[in-house]
C-alpha cells in the first residue's frame, strides 16, 4: 500500500514540478510577479508531495530510500528543491526558477524509466555509515544544483547588456553563487570522509581510485579551487560563474557518466 501510494505521489511531484517549469517560462516572457508567486507555490506543494513519497518508500521499505539509483535521484531531485525553495524565498530571482526546477523534471523522469521496485539492502549497503555519505551528498549536490543555476542566470545576464532589468543585480547573484557553494562545500568533504570510512568497514581499505570515488574527488577539487580562487585572488564574474557551472558538470558526471559507462565498486547503485 505504501510502495503505491509513493509511485503515485512521486508521479503527482512529477506533474507539479512540470506546472512550475511551465509557469517559470511564462514569467521570463511576461514578467509578471503573481505568476511567479504561483509557480514558487506549485514547485512548494510539489515538494511537500515529493517528501510524503520519500516517507511513504521508506516505510515500505523500511530503511532509508537510498539503496538503488532510483532512490538516489528521487532522493537528488528532492535536495535539489529544497535549497532552491530556502534560496528563492530569500533572494528572488525569476529566472532561477525555470533553470533549477526543470532538474527536478528531468532527475523524475529519468528515475521513472529506472526499476522502481524495493530491492533488500546487499551486505555492503548495510551501514550507518553509508546513510550518513548518502544524506550529506544529498545536501552538498542539492547546495552545487542551485549554484549552477543561479551561475547561469549571471551568465545570462552578464551577456545582455542592459536587458533582463528585473532580475536581480549581478552581485547579488554572485553572492548567492557563492553562498551556496560555501554552504555544499563542507557537505561534499563530508562526503569524501564518511565515503572512506564505509569503505574501510565493507572493503577494508579507506580509498580504493574507483570511479566513482576518483570523479567525487574531482568533484572536490573543482570546488575547492573555486574557493581558493575566490579568497586568495579574488575571483568573481564570469570566470567564478564558468567554474560553478564546471563543478556541477563534475557532480552529474560523477553520478551518471560514470555509473553508465565505467564499472567499479560502486556499480550496484
Given at each position: 500500500?505504501?510502495?503505491?501510494?509513493?509511485?503515485?505521489?512521486?508521479?503527482?511531484?512529477?506533474?507539479?514540478?512540470?506546472?512550475?517549469?511551465?509557469?517559470?517560462?511564462?514569467?521570463?516572457?511576461?514578467?509578471?510577479?503573481?505568476?511567479?508567486?504561483?509557480?514558487?507555490?506549485?514547485?512548494?506543494?510539489?515538494?511537500?508531495?515529493?517528501?510524503?513519497?520519500?516517507?511513504?518508500?521508506?516505510?515500505?521499505?523500511?530503511?532509508?530510500?537510498?539503496?538503488?539509483?532510483?532512490?538516489?535521484?528521487?532522493?537528488?531531485?528532492?535536495?535539489?528543491?529544497?535549497?532552491?525553495?530556502?534560496?528563492?524565498?530569500?533572494?528572488?530571482?525569476?529566472?532561477?526558477?525555470?533553470?533549477?526546477?526543470?532538474?527536478?523534471?528531468?532527475?523524475?523522469?529519468?528515475?521513472?524509466?529506472?526499476?522502481?521496485?524495493?530491492?533488500?539492502?546487499?551486505?555492503?549497503?548495510?551501514?550507518?555509515?553509508?546513510?550518513?555519505?548518502?544524506?550529506?551528498?544529498?545536501?552538498?549536490?542539492?547546495?552545487?544544483?542551485?549554484?549552477?543555476?543561479?551561475?547561469?542566470?549571471?551568465?545570462?545576464?552578464?551577456?545582455?547588456?542592459?536587458?533582463?532589468?528585473?532580475?536581480?543585480?549581478?552581485?547579488?547573484?554572485?553572492?548567492?553563487?557563492?553562498?551556496?557553494?560555501?554552504?555544499?562545500?563542507?557537505?561534499?568533504?563530508?562526503?569524501?570522509?564518511?565515503?572512506?570510512?564505509?569503505?574501510?568497514?565493507?572493503?577494508?581499505?579507506?580509498w580504493s581510485w574507483d570511479p566513482k570515488e576518483t570523479w567525487a574527488l574531482i568533484t572536490w577539487?573543482?570546488?575547492?579551487?573555486?574557493?581558493?580562487?575566490?579568497?586568495?585572488?579574488?575571483?568573481?564574474?564570469?570566470?567564478?560563474?564558468?567554474?560553478?557551472?564546471?563543478?556541477f558538470g563534475a557532480v552529474l558526471f560523477t553520478l551518471f557518466g560514470v555509473t553508465i559507462l565505467m564499472s567499479g565498486l560502486h556499480s550496484y547503485s
Amino acid at each position: 500500500m505504501f510502495y503505491s501510494w509513493g509511485v503515485e505521489l512521486i508521479n503527482l511531484a512529477f506533474s507539479g514540478y512540470l506546472i512550475s517549469s511551465l509557469l517559470y517560462l511564462v514569467v521570463t516572457w511576461i514578467n509578471r510577479e503573481p505568476i511567479g508567486r504561483l509557480a514558487y507555490w506549485t514547485a512548494a506543494v510539489s515538494f511537500a508531495t515529493h517528501t510524503t513519497a520519500l516517507t511513504f518508500r521508506a516505510v515500505a521499505a523500511g530503511r532509508l530510500p537510498f539503496a538503488t539509483m532510483h532512490e538516489f535521484i528521487l532522493m537528488f531531485a528532492w535536495g535539489v528543491i529544497l535549497t532552491y525553495l530556502f534560496v528563492q524565498a530569500r533572494f528572488k530571482i525569476p529566472l532561477l526558477g525555470l533553470l533549477v526546477v526543470p532538474m527536478a523534471v528531468l532527475l523524475l523522469g529519468y528515475a521513472a524509466a529506472m526499476n522502481q521496485e524495493i530491492r533488500p539492502l546487499m551486505p555492503a549497503l548495510q551501514s550507518y555509515w553509508l546513510q550518513l555519505h548518502v544524506l550529506v551528498a544529498i545536501v552538498a549536490y542539492g547546495a552545487f544544483g542551485v549554484s549552477f543555476g543561479t551561475a547561469v542566470v549571471y551568465l545570462i545576464k552578464n551577456n545582455s547588456g542592459s536587458g533582463l532589468d528585473y532580475l536581480p543585480a549581478k552581485e547579488v547573484l554572485e553572492r548567492v553563487m557563492y553562498k551556496s557553494i560555501a554552504i555544499g562545500f563542507p557537505f561534499m568533504t563530508l562526503v569524501l570522509i564518511t565515503g572512506a570510512v564505509w569503505a574501510e568497514e565493507v572493503w577494508g581499505r579507506w580509498w580504493s581510485w574507483d570511479p566513482k570515488e576518483t570523479w567525487a574527488l574531482i568533484t572536490w577539487i573543482i570546488y575547492a579551487i573555486y574557493l581558493h580562487a575566490r579568497f586568495v585572488r579574488g575571483w568573481q564574474g564570469a570566470k567564478a560563474a564558468w567554474m560553478a557551472v564546471i563543478g556541477f558538470g563534475a557532480v552529474l558526471f560523477t553520478l551518471f557518466g560514470v555509473t553508465i559507462l565505467m564499472s567499479g565498486l560502486h556499480s550496484y547503485s
